[in-house]
């Protein structure tokens, strides 16, 4: 009975959450005025997305990736490609870049997957920016710096999302869709193996865990998330250049996830608004604001260095508000 | 293939050899520093440009020779990695218990300060100076034309390689030679067995920031002399190749850094006689990633238990 009660509360938060992003904020952006609002949070949604699905790898496996941006761009290349030259829909076209990010992910992660460290830190720099010339070079395929244009709007079923609120629906929907999957996964005794993995990766194949093909799991789903993202960034941009998949936006979303905590998922939800959010607010200083960012992350980092959402108060927050993690009622181990 | 070796051949393994020179000046700064702190400083692209920029201002103001230049750029450099040091560096060594020497959350932090300070550096970089390219006198671009056979070398050239050299073996002496080099030696050997016999740690760190720094700085002013372009955004891909040089290298060579720097110039240089120059890049991030997978410790690394 107990339990049954605890279920319904937490069903009952659950909505709340998807009401206030489906419902309040953009009841708010509609009140602020314009589309202008509503391409910020479309940005600041992808973001999330792409900071979510990077904490699972960096945040609770502990693998440092400083090549996520191009795992984004083979989404949107995917996405942009079939919507282009094939004339997919976005309900084909979003499935389809999550497949070739993850694609491209494992097969990176296959021969890359056994080095440690700051080791596997390099390689994903090296691999990020190979995908990056290789957007940029390949013309015949990616049309090179010329970038991708006219990239059909979303539209789902017969229902036009094309404008700014109905793009803000789709990012949205995308978004819970990718924190859902990587709150169940971290929240979870997968999830312990996967932190496992971060402590002492030696230590956890002693007790039995296979931890090439965890972190491979891990990292592919990261990768699919992420390539989820670009879809969404392809169609609602309608315009894609290689300039948006470079180191820059790589460490971009790690800054998020370090400023808002390392494996805290609402950490991660907080950076990435704080720092996409953060430059537009900023916009009336004009040259000030990038100045201002980067004192922001410097004064964040000297002061919070465990992130202004840190991993163990993120994680007894969940436990208390949302039932997940380990609660009393289920018999569980490790499956 | 009777013309393969031709003059234009030799002509881009001069070209690669003063580009890997360059790499391996900025390289030497990452491995120092990597090899002490065991953290990536990412504000290294910065303190090359700035001293480039510290050098451009000297050369508008005054006009001295090349020689007072460069030291000029070297003292403004060591100086900003001191600044550097005690800005990103060392705030976050306060916490030295061992919870937060093993959270993963404090070296990313660490990781990561250094990049907040390299940001707020470069765009006041582009606010004082504007993101554009900026005017260099002519008479100090370094790129007069000294014909040698069927050869045309820039005196820009012969700079590099004297310079690099010079610096290289002072670095050489002072690391094998002096007091300061044995305890940087000693500290990125082993800090706490540095700190037992009465090394000041703070100390040698601050050091190596200084020299590192320095290093990198005069290898700014002297590419930003011989290419003719001077920007606040220059430091990045010489940052992320002699980085790429470093790993190659095995982390905490400087030998090894040195040879890969070279490597990896010369093979970028040839490399534009098969491929279009877009690719080119492909070679450093291909290089890297195969060194990685195959010969994980670098070429040149010392055995590490696992990599």
Redesign the interface.
Known sequence: MVANASRVSVAARWLGLAALLFGLIPALLAAIGGGYPFQVAITALIFVTLAVSLNLVTGTAGLLSLGHAGFFGVGAYAAALASTKLGWPFPLTLPLAAVAAAVVGVLVALPTMRLISIYFAVATLGIGEMIHVALLNWVSFTRGPMGIRAIPPIEVLGLDLSGVVGGYYAAAAVAAAGIFAVHRLTHSYYGNALRSLREDDQCAAAMGLNPVRLKIEAFGVSCAIAGAAGAVYAHTASFISPDSFRFEESILILAMIVVGGLGSLPGAVVGAVLLIVLPEALRGIGDFRMIAVGVFMFLSILFQPKGLLGEASAIALFRRQLGAAWRGDIQAGWK | MPDFFDAYFAQQIINGLSLGLVYALVAIGFTLIFGILNV?NFAHGEIYTVGAFAGLLLIVGAAPPLLAVVLFAMAVGAAAGVGLERL?FR??RR?SDEASLK????R??TL??S???S??TR??M??FFSGEMQVIPQAALLQEVIAVGPLTLTNGNLFIFGASVVMLGGLQFMLYRTRVGLSIRAVSNNVLGARHVGIDTNRTIVATFAIGSALGAAAGILVGLYNGNIFPYMG?APG?KA??AM?MGG?SSIPGAVISALLLGVSESVATDFI?A??K??IA??L??VT??FF?QGLFGHGRE??
């Open positions: 990536v990103a705030p976050i916490f959270s993963r959350a404090m990313e932090a990561l300060s990049l907040a300070v940001i707020v765009e006041l582009v606010h990045f992320v980085f790429v790993v982390l279009s877009g690719w890049d492909m991030y291909g890297l990633v990685l997978i994980p696992r990599v």
